[in-house]
C-alpha cells in the first residue's frame, strides 16, 4: 500500500499536520515490516535484497548499496540515483522525501532528518509535526556521524566533514564542516595532489597537466 496523493503533499508540503491519520499508521506499520525484513537478510543473499530494497524505497537506482543495519520512518519517501552507498546505521527520519543523487557516499551512523515538531508545547500534545524535504547531489561525501536537517540542500560533489550538524543548506564543490556546518573551502587546486591533509597523490593517482 502507497501513500496517497494527498497525504504525500502534505507531508512535503511543510505545514504543521497531525501524524496519528489511520492510513499514515498503516503503510508505515507495512514499511516497518519491509524494513526488518531487510535488516535480517543474509549478506550473501543479494537478489533478495535488491527485490526488497525496490520495495522498501521510493527508487533505487542502478548499483546502489545500503549497508545494515538501516533504520527509516518510512523508505517509500527516499530516492537513490546509481551506485550509491550508505555505510552502516543509516537513520533516514523520511516523512518528506529524501533526495539521493548518483554516486553518493554516505559514512557510518549519519542520520537524515526531514521533520520537527511545534516548539509550543499545546501542539505537542496534539501529536502534531511538519516535514521539509532534503535533497543531496551527485557524488556528495558524507562523513560519519553527520545530522542533516529538514529543508536542507547538498550541492553536488560537495564534502560534509565527520560529525556535522548541516542545518543549512550547503553549495556545490564545497568542503564544509562543524556543528553548525559551514562552508570551510571551495574544492580546488590544492586538491588535485593532496587526498588528505598534506598528503599527497602517488603513482596512477598523481594529477598531471
Not at 535488491?50 to 543495519?69: C, Q
Not at 543523487?101 to 509550543?120: A, C, K, L
Not at 586538491?191 to 602517488?202: A, I, L, P, Q, V
Request: net charge negative.
Amino acid at each position: 500500500m502507497a501513500l496517497s496523493k494527498r497525504l504525500r503533499e502534505l507531508m512535503n508540503s511543510g505545514e504543521v499536520y497531525g501524524f496519528d491519520d489511520p492510513e499514515l499508521i498503516k503503510v508505515q506499520t507495512e514499511q516497518m515490516d519491509l524494513l526488518y525484513e531487510f535488516n535480517h537478510l543474509r549478506p550473501s543473499d543479494t537478489e533478495r535484497r535488491g527485490a526488497i530494497m525496490r520495495r522498501l524505497f521510493a527508487s533505487v537506482g542502478e548499483g546502489v548499496h545500503v549497508e545494515t543495519p538501516c533504520a527509516a520512518n518510512w523508505g517509500c519517501n527516499t530516492s537513490w540515483g546509481d551506485r550509491s552507498y550508505a555505510n552502516f546505521n543509516l537513520t533516514l527520519v523520511d516523512d518528506a522525501s529524501v533526495d539521493i543523487g548518483d554516486d553518493v557516499m554516505i559514512g557510518p551512523n549519519v542520520t537524515i532528518v526531514t521533520t520537527g515538531h511545534p516548539i509550543r508545547p499545546d501542539l505537542r500534545l496534539e501529536k502534531t509535526q511538519f516535514s521539509v524535504p532534503v535533497s543531496i547531489g551527485d557524488n556528495v561525501w558524507i562523513g560519519s556521524g553527520v545530522t542533516i536537517l529538514p529543508g536542507v540542500t547538498i550541492g553536488r560533489n560537495s564534502v560534509i566533514g565527520a560529525n556535522s550538524l548541516v542545518a543549512d543548506s550547503i553549495p556545490a564543490d564545497s568542503v564544509a564542516f562543524g556543528s553548525p556546518c559551514r562552508v570551510q573551502r571551495p574544492i580546488g587546486e590544492r586538491d588535485r595532489n593532496r587526498y588528505w591533509k598534506d598528503k599527497e597523490f602517488s603513482g596512477s593517482f598523481a594529477w598531471s597537466d
